[in-house]
């Protein structure tokens, strides 16, 4: 079985739509996306899944209704299942984001969630 | 619940073993590591869990006994379940190391796993 090499900013350089991940692998029952941020997600939960999420470029911040963290790239944060959350980027940034497949990206909210694309 | 934000490089500036990854949090049934790679690794397999392999500094080599694929930082490769592997890396490497909790870093494989150590 050949082994693939996933290059995450040439997979990032496909496309260019914010909040809708692009799934460039698999891990167990899990999906490996790329996505971007820029502005302010929808606040939302996933009551299944935790959520982790890596800063690969730009700064991020996630959000809690009792907390906030900024990352830079190399900065990760797991958000735990069942725990109201956004994200948002004021000025852009690229994230590597994990959950476990079937998981929409808008979780519980009531808003349309972007379409699971692999790239 | 706080959220706790972590720094990948400054969880590896904490230890100088090779091939002794250090559990850095936890995304549902998954450990997430943070590993050291200098010279090569013994070949073992997972059977219960894919492996997911990040690479944050330096080259790295995954291979099969089929295949082989060679890492830069930004770049990643699962390794299926089964599937016999080794890394290597001449000059050192610095790893994001995903894997099932409870999974031996060593797999099947006749060597003594390292120990399962959160930083």
Sequence with gaps: MPLE???LAE???TFDEVFSPRIVGYYNDTKIQVAKVKGDFVWHSHSETDDLILVLAGRLV???REDAVE?????LVVVPRGVE??????DGAHTLLVERRG??????ADAEPAPEIEI
Tied chains: 1, 2.
């Design 5 to 7: 090499k996933v290059n």
């Design 11 to 13: 997979k990032l350089a």
């Design 62 to 64: 996630v959000e809690t």
């Design 71 to 75: 990352l830079e790239p190399g900065e």
């Design 85 to 90: 959350h956004r994200t948002r980027a004021a």
């Design 103 to 108: 998981t929409p990206n808008t979780g519980d």
